[in-house]
């Protein structure tokens, strides 16, 4: 399994991500700056977190005009695995590849902590090492993690299935307590029509080793390496 990692100025995890998707398929992702136009043909593409253009105009806005998100894009278009952690996310919505938007926190603060999410679907290739309604530790690490979109566009992802993880308490009920961003109904990612983009704000490359403590992101990369091969 190949994977790509897409560095932007100012992406602070590429690397994070890329010791997890190395640890889990036992190969280095290729690294591709954002100022490249195409690259080598992989099996997954990563939009990694951190702060791409500095979060300047508005969040992942300038990422997504970067010359490499037009093959992102197509490949993304064409089916190619696709994943946006946090800033990634952002970025997705921007490039119109997920559908809402990420807005300030509501409570207008840095947001950085663990949280505890409830995979809403074991049906997926990234989500195909857990059960459905189980909960795992993720932290999360942002301002702009508040997950908005219209009534219709909400309905539409939870009929469709692709809501992929939602902000839980340890039991798995959802609270207004363990909504660290005020995200609308709780999500926490979602995905694509054919569920093969996913973009989640939690961090769970920063959990993807005991060292770190703890691994349940560890599951996420092996369970998507799995799905992949």
Request: aromatic residues 8%; proline residues 5%.
């Amino acid at each position: 399994m190949k994977a790509a990692v897409i560095v932007f100025p100012g992406s602070n995890c590429d690397r994070d991500v890329a010791v997890a998707l190395e640890q889990a398929s036992g190969r280095k992702p290729v690294m591709v700056w954002h100022r490249e136009g195409d690259f080598e043909q992989v099996d997954l593409v990563v939009l990694p977190g951190g702060f791409a253009y500095g979060d300047y105009l508005r969040v992942g806005a300038m990422a997504a005009h970067s010359p490499v998100m037009r093959e992102v894009k197509r490949r993304a278009e064409r089916g190619v695995p696709t994943l946006g952690i946090c800033n990634g996310f952002q970025v997705l919505t921007e490039a119109g590849l997920l559908p809402g938007a990420l807005m300030r926190n509501a409570s207008l603060q840095f947001v950085c902590k663990d949280v505890h999410c409830r995979i809403e679907t074991g049906q997926s290739l990234y989500t195909s090492a857990f059960a459905s309604g189980e909960t795992v530790r993720w932290p999360v690490g942002h301002h702009d993690g508040n997950y908005f979109a219209d009534r219709n566009t909400l309905d539409r992802l939870e009929g469709e299935g692709r809501i992929a993880f939602r902000y839980a308490e340890p039991d798995g009920s959802l609270t207004e307590g363990a909504n660290p961003n005020g995200s609308a109904r709780n999500i926490a990612g979602i995905f694509n029509e054919t569920k093969s983009v996913l973009g989640l704000m939690p961090h769970p490359e920063r959990l993807a080793d005991s060292a770190l403590g703890g691994t349940d992101g560890t599951r996420f990369f092996k369970g998507l390496v799995e799905a992949l091969r």
